[in-house]
């Protein structure tokens, strides 16, 4: 493991000439911080930081990176803020490590949101400074590989989010290596019983494999020297096991038939050795329809170049080839850090800044998404895997997944691109919007002059990007739509009242009005009345004094009480005078003389908590307060109600009992309703072919309490298993 000394030698490696004093003032001041703290790995927190920084230093990255990889844990903690680390340290060390550190003092009100946060604060961080993402990237990785004494829950969330956000934003940089270690590393948390077996069948066919990829590359090494071209190095790579995995999920096979678990790759010295190889290799072997890739003369947006190609090798294997230069090889394994813009002294390339401007197109169309679910489905789409790769008129590449539109390409030109796409012609032919991309095709949009994204797009797009950006534009005219059509009804129902909106606004009542509205602008109030979710009635109440708002609805609820005793006492005299049980037992505060009667849904006694329901046309019905019949019902036709004193009885309950069969059961019940004074009003009964008796009694009791005691005292007979109130509730 890397102590601080090995540090300093991996950076002095191509370090030599930049003061190094930085790296140990930053050591000193982690240490001190972090020297009782531990990893969620178990290990000193001190150890994280250096394995951290290692891994900086070993992707040659310059000195201001590494520091703020020995510091990125000192905000995060709490140990340190970002003004002390500037003073000390400088405002780039300072701005990296507080782009790098996640939100965790502000409470969301869901877990979802507090995520997209974290997401969306990483993304405007790394758009300033793309070395936070290389900070976090590493620090993410070193996460993974101690996440083994964490519990189980905390790992597989770790491992979802390293799966669906910084695998793929490794990917984004070109540091294939870092993308394929924490993708393992999420795949062995995610899927422990997969991984295992992937690894158990590997592991066994180590033998055989290691033999094949040494005959196969000294094939190649064989064919490419008869062709006259004289290889740098053939390597035979194992793919890693996510790649694997995959493959077994998408074609529904046993790992037995993964015929291309190694990959080669040739790498030689010059772009036309690359396509000689090529030819050669296609000469010796049959090559796989629709495997062929050329990102040489259509580098990938990360940069990546090289040239892909499946062919049906020896034994009839699926063999993998990539082919590429020296240079490209570097790219493809490092990515941005290959040629790292920040290195003392080095101007940015035209390669680098084409990555950065994509990745700041990324992080500029991230913001414009506000709905957290909606932005955490637009940053996996927009780091998904792609299946094809379609072409501008130009020549640059578009990555897209498969079954893609025009509409999607549009989109992933510009937004602008997009909003005024109006056709499209894929290799010189004019297509539907709907049609299918395939690989390699050659793409140009036909604009309009003005934008005018359709609903109907929704179901053409299938990146998140697009959805995500025409919503955008949709909701955005829909508002408009609702501000003018607000503006015109304020305009005209206020006009018929004498007044109008610039009458309001010179009254200087605007701010104090939109404050009662919760409305954050005039436009805003505008737009909620064009929408419906304002009315003219309630911009002109909240106009009104405070002291006529509350007469007023003091009114309103005089009125509605009103209401209520009239409605209940016009049922009464349809429905006639019914003497249900109970009658007189309850009482409604305020309402004398009203139909009231117990619900047979729950037969409520007293001592039950209750509530009033106005019935249509037949009084007030009393149910339990918890009564499920109640879960369906109006509010406004609830009543508080409260039992009488003394609850004028008898009041009826029903009681379910079960019993081992046997003689003078129903003698023993009988007996015991009536020892504690209860009339029993009816009597239901049952044997069930496992000997078991069940009873339905109504009867008659004084209240709850009374009732509680019969419960007991028929709980206690011989053979009885079960004794409960019946009802809903």
């Known amino acids: 493991m890397p102590d601080f000394k090995h540090l300093l030698s991996v950076a002095r490696s191509y370090l030599q000439d930049v003061d190094l004093s930085p790296l140990e003032r930053a050591y000193a001041f982690a240490c001190e911080l972090h020297k009782d703290q531990l990893h969620l790995s178990g290990e000193l927190y001190v150890r994280h930081i250096l394995d951290v920084a290692t891994t900086i230093a070993s992707m040659k990255l310059d000195v201001v990176t590494i520091t703020s990889g020995l510091l990125h844990g000192a905000i995060r903690h709490g140990y340190a803020v970002q003004e002390e680390l500037a003073a000390q340290f400088g405002p780039e060390v300072a701005n990296i490590v507080s782009g790098a550190t996640r939100i965790t003092s502000v409470r969301y009100d869901s877990s979802l949101t507090h995520q997209a946060e974290n997401i969306r604060r990483l993304f405007l961080a790394m758009g300033a400074d793309i070395r936070v993402l290389l900070v976090r990237l590493a620090d993410r990785l070193h996460d993974m590989l101690g996440l083994h004494n964490a519990d189980e829950e905390r ?230 895997d792609p299946d094809i790769y379609v072409l501008t008129p130009t020549g640059e590449v578009r990555e897209l997944p498969r079954n893609a539109s025009p509409i999607d390409f549009a989109y992933a030109i510009h937004t602008s691109v997009g909003d005024r796409c109006a056709g499209a012609r894929v290799n010189g032919r004019i297509v539907p919007l709907k049609h299918e991309l395939q690989n390699g095709d050659i793409v140009e949009i036909i604009t309009a002059k003005e934008p005018h994204p359709k609903q109907a797009w929704l179901q053409m797009a299938k990146t998140s990007r697009a959805k995500a950006r025409i919503r955008q534009w949709l909701r955005k005219e829909e508002k408009a739509r609702a501000l003018e059509l607000g503006r015109e009804i304020c305009e005209r129902e206020l006009k018929s009242r004498e007044t109008s909106l610039k009458k309001l606004i010179k009254s200087g009542l605007l701010r104090e009005l ?160 009536s020892s504690d004074d209860a009339n029993i009003i009816e009597m239901h009964s049952r044997t069930r072919s496992d000997n078991v008796a069940e009873f339905r009694v109504l009867v008659e009791v004084s209240g709850l309490d009374q009732l509680h005691r019969l419960q007991i005292h028929l709980s206690q007979l011989p053979s009885v298993t079960e004794v409960r109130r019946a009802g809903r509730a």
């Open 155 to 384: 790992r597989r969330q770790l491992a979802r989010e390293t799966m669906d956000l910084y695998a793929p934003l490794a990917s984004r940089l070109g540091i294939d290596w870092m993308k394929r270690q924490l993708e393992d590393l999420s795949f062995q948390h995610l899927f422990p019983a997969e991984h295992e077996s992937l690894i158990k069948h590997i592991d066994s066919t180590i033998g055989e494999r290691e033999k094949y990829v040494q005959e196969v590359i000294a094939i190649l090494r064989g064919k490419l020297k008869a062709a006259g071209i004289t290889p740098l190095r053939v390597l035979g790579r194992p793919k890693h096991l996510y790649s694997i995995y995959k493959k077994l999920v998408v074609q529904n096979i046993p790992v037995e038939q993964v015929y291309d678990k190694v990959a080669f790759r040739i790498i030689v010295s010059t772009v036309h050795e690359c396509y000689a190889a090529l030819g050669t290799i296609h000469g010796s072997w049959t090559p796989v329809p629709g495997r062929i890739k050329d990102f040489i003369s259509a580098p990938k947006s990360n940069n990546y170049q090289s040239l892909h190609t499946s062919v049906v090798g020896p034994g009839g294997h699926f063999m993998e080839i990539q082919i590429r230069t020296q240079a490209m090889d570097e790219v493809a394994q490092e990515g941005v850090a290959a040629h790292w813009a920040y290195k003392e002294g080095q101007k940015i390339n035209r390669e680098d800044a084409r990555l950065f401007q994509e990745l700041k197109r990324l992080v500029q169309g991230m913001q414009e998404v506000e709905d957290p679910v909606e932005f955490l489905d637009t940053v996996r789409g927009e780091l998904y």
């Open 514 to 673: 939109l404050t009662k509205l919760r409305a954050a602008s005039l436009d805003d109030m505008l737009t909620k009345v064009g929408a419906g979710e304002l009315t003219v009635q309630q911009i002109e109440r909240a106009l009104l004094p405070d002291e006529q708002l509350k007469a007023e609805e003091q009114q309103r609820q005089e009125a509605e009480l009103r209401e209520k005793v009239e409605k209940a006492a016009d049922g009464e005299s349809k429905a006639g005078r019914p003497v249900p049980a109970g009658r007189g037992a309850v009482q409604v505060d305020g309402i004398d003389d009203l139909l009231i009667k117990i619900s047979q849904c729950c037969r409520p006694v007293p001592g039950d908590e209750i509530i009033g329901y106005i019935t249509m046309g037949s009084g007030v019905a009393v149910h339990k307060a918890k009564c499920p019949s109640l879960l369906t019902a109006e509010p406004e036709r609830l009543l508080e109600v409260r039992w009488s004193d003394g609850g004028a009885g008898p009041h009826r309950a029903e009681l379910l009992l079960k019993a081992h069969d046997r003689k003078n059961l129903l003698a023993d019940i009988s007996s015991a309703i």
